[in-house]
């Protein structure tokens, strides 16, 4: 077995040190009842080759994005990623090193940190943020949990554009804990609702933009309304990309922003591991969630990096913790780190610009096939068409072309009552030749 | 002097390694490396991107007017920045890394490289399931693997994490009690051992939290569990083998004792690696245990992350698991999304999509690459590996739990230690100057100055040796009054001890600019 470096004589040596018979002294204090003397009813070692052989075979099975034209976004986009990132990720002192819990020889991985905080906290346009959580929608959560505790209200307003996968995330968690989840009606362009829903219980408004549906707005004048009653303003964006061209989170007055990240460096992954994004204003953070690097100096007065304020945290306050996480999001969060320091602010608003000019493209190719209506009036690279019938049914159909034509909407929220709405995305990775194939073969299958 | 195993010395004769100070800030090819900030790269980008084909004239006041203050570097300076601050880091690939209760084993290469198949890498989470059925194929020969291995009739793949797991194994508890009518149960019962997160999670989602004694041999003190157990208490959380490296003798009388008050057992199953194979939780009267696919299916920890933490579940759990899930059916494999038809009584979602693909696929690598022989042998040898440490240093050492074996870590406590000036953390930090990660330390809470040491079955017994070599030498030095060696260390790593409290106190989470710096101009896409 390639992954054990013992020996059989090893093994009799060390038992003899140990003063063991066999191994199976070892194991004395498992109840005789529960010791399995047989193996389990799974097949025996296999070589690199075989095991390989066998993930080949199931990933051919798969329909991979960059395979051909591709539209799908809703929480997860396809971008390029420069090669450099995948190189450095998997060196071995970044991926076989664990969280620095001892941060004289966890310098690497603590200044990373350090980085990757200072650059969320740049993009969101708030103080601080912290070092990942699990991804966007565990972010959501935890945001909402955290507004309720510094405002001791039990209420939580979500605006009809939030990621309904979102929503769903942060009522599981919310309802746990006792709170009272305000979903608001979903709705293409749902944001000034949330307004009229605040009320002297609400802890938190969280509005989502570019919204579910693409749609881009100024929070400003809710996050007034939200101060104004004494609640906080939580800001959500599923696609990090944004943040180079739109207007930052903490600019239109949100208390805490969170993000999904996975637009940055890290890939689709179908679905997972993605990289959480978290930052709020400094007054806020001795209740935020999860790892915080800081700034300190060694004995030798040097600057160093350590984790801070760990006195909201599991392993030293248990109970009274800000939050259970333990194990973060580490090695996404270095891919989004060494992405974005790839890409600077000057490339970071480049790619936006693309993305963005590649969605126009899109729109307009779209917006000329009859039958179909495009729905979100201003955004940054999503959003919303009307088709003649069902979204689901003619993502389907325009499968038979090798076309994968984006999310239906019905399909993140079936109760929404809105079918026949498809959310399409585009990035720096969509061609102008899909597209044009895109709108085509549309256009023949509305019209069969 | 001391030699090294080649026979030369270690350092030089008077040390002069001390008193020596390079003009950089350099220490030999180790250098002192600037934050991207702090590299005068406003401006500067590392990446060739098209020129934007249309203005974005059209969001009007949305676009941002204010500069982020986003640094840049070239793709050789970001290479090399990167690669610098990796040379800080301690990692399994470079040396013993047995911090108690996280499992640091080898992480195989073969799992990095299947992971990275476009075929698994590129997947669209939400696209269509017919263009996925390879993906969800791996997920269901996973759930097999997971569910043979537990002797558990279900699992929920979507927790991100361990303790993301427990919260998964806490919302199915409390949503089974709701659904019997029994949702007035209030109580969590922990163990003093247990790992924070256990009382973290409770509380998180609503629950009060109550001890458990231990008695003296390291065990849930069976009479006050007893006690305890009242029809106000949800749940006991346990893990086992436990945080002293004990497996519970009377597991099977814990779990019968929390049924007959009607409360499930909730398995903290981050110290599966040592029972894998070996033992079916199952058959132990679990009703729930989350399985870090980061420890004992060697997913890497990545520097803190990602993990992946799925749940196995009891019959009478199963119908209360966490959307999505996959179902085999007539014409392949679909997924189960919403709460409603066959997922009325879920709870509900925990994550945006469906967990942590990534890992599953490394996860699932790993398995078959042991197989059900191989997996055994990996149980086996870490308890033995971990016994073996425990023998060779118990005449240096004080374990705390001396009689009868341990599982897969080793426990000693800081007995020893008593009048030689030397605490826990100074002894762990002066591991540092010999070459290894310390332990885990003073965890759990119920052993004085805890030093937990879990070697893992991937470690040689050269590499053992080379390990109890050096704790043993500097017990001795320890005790021979040395305390010097231990008080300043480390003296040989990257930096010296770090100012924790000063960095609690005036808190520095993000560069800014100092106030005599010119803040970066804006920048135009052109």
Known sequence: ?448 | MSMNSVGRPTRAEGDAVAGFASLTGARGLLQDEALIFERNGWGKTGVDLETPSRSSSDLGDLVRSAPIGLPGLSEPEAMRHYVRLSQKNHAIDLALYPLGSCTMKHNPRLNEKVARLPGFADLHPMAPVSTVQGALALMDRLAHWLKTLTGMPAVALSPKAGAHGELCGLLTIKAAHEAKGQGHRRLVLVPTSAHGTNPATAAFVGYNVAEIAQTEDGRVDLADLEAKLTDDVAAIMVTNPNTCGLFERDIIEIARLTHAVGAYFYCDGANFNAIVGRVRPGDLGVDAMHINLHKTFSTPHGGGGPGAGPVVLSEALAPYAPTPWVVSGEDGFRLVEETEAEAADSFGRMVAFHGQMGMFTRAYAYMASHGSDGLRQVAEDAVLNANYIKARLSGAMTAAFPDGPCMHEALFDDRWLEGTGVTTLDFAKAMIDEGFHPMTMYFPLVVHGAMLIEPTETESRQELDRFCDALLALAQAAKAGDADRFKGAPYLAPLRRLDETLAARKPRLAWRPEPTTVAPAPIAAE
Not at chain 1, 183 to 205: K, Q, W
Not at chain 1, 244 to 255: F, H, I, N, Q, V
Not at chain 1, 261 to 269: A, E, F, T
């Open chain 1, 1 to 448: 077995m390639r992954y054990l470096p013992l020996t059989p004589t090893d093994r009799a040596e060390m038992l003899q040190v140990i003063g063991a018979a066999s191994v199976d002294d070892l194991f004395v204090d498992v109840p005789a009842a529960a010791r399995k003397a047989e193996l389990f009813d799974l097949p025996r070692h296999a070589g690199e080759m075989e095991v390989e052989r066998e993930l080949t075979a199931l990933a051919a099975l798969n329909r991979p994005a960059g395979a051909g034209p591709f539209f799908c976004g809703a929480g997860a986009y396809r971008h390029h990623v420069p090669a450099t990132v995948d190189h450095i990720i998997q060196r071995s002192e970044f991926l076989t090193s664990y969280t620095p819990y001892q941060p004289e020889i966890a310098q690497g991985t603590l200044q990373v940190l350090f980085e990757f905080q200072s650059q969320v906290a740049a993009l969101t346009g708030l103080e601080v943020a912290n070092a990942s959580l699990y991804d966007g929608s565990t972010a959501c959560a935890e945001a909402v949990m955290m507004a309720q505790r510094v405002t001791r209200r039990k209420g939580a307003v979500l605006s009809g554009g939030l990621h309904p996968h979102y929503a769903a995330v942060t009522q599981t968690i919310a309802h746990a804990e006792g709170m009272e989840i305000n979903r608001l009606a979903v709705a293409i362009d749902a944001e000034d609702a949330v307004i009229a829903a605040i009320g002297p219980d609400t802890a938190c408004v969280v509005v989502q933009t570019p919204n579910v549906f693409g749609v881009v707005s100024d929070v400003t004048r809710i996050a007034e309304a939200a101060h104004a009653a004494g609640a906080l303003m939580i800001v959500v964006t599923t696609e990090a990309v944004s943040y180079g061209l739109l207007k930052s989170p903490g600019e239109m007055g949100a208390d805490i922003a969170v993000a999904e990240g996975q637009s940055i460096g890290v890939g689709l992954n179908f679905g997972g591991p993605y990289v959480g994004l978290f930052a709020c204003r400094e007054k806020l953070v001795r209740q935020a969630p999860g790892r915080l690097c800081g700034e300190t100096v060694d004995a030798e007065g040097r600057r160093g990096f350590v984790l801070t304020l760990s006195t909201r945290e599991q392993h030293i306050r248990r109970e009274k913790a800000t939050s259970n996480i333990c194990t973060n999001s580490g090695l996404c969060a270095l891919a989004f780190t060494i992405h974005m320091t790839l890409l600077g602010e000057t490339g970071l608003r480049q790619l936006a610009e693309v993305n963005h000019a590649r969605a126009l493209d899109l729109r307009d190719a779209l917006a000329a096939v009859p039958g179909v209506e495009i729905l979100t009036p201003r955004f940054f690279n999503e959003f919303a068409i009307r088709l003649p019938g069902s979204a689901a049914a003619m993502v389907e159909a325009l499968l038979e072309d090798d076309i994968l034509a984006g999310v239906p909407f019905g399909r993140l929220d079936p109760q929404a009552g809105m079918d026949d709405v498809l959310l399409v995305a585009a990035t720096e990775t969509t061609t102008q030749d899909h597209i044009t194939a895109f709108a085509q073969a549309l256009s023949r299958r509305i019209g069969q």
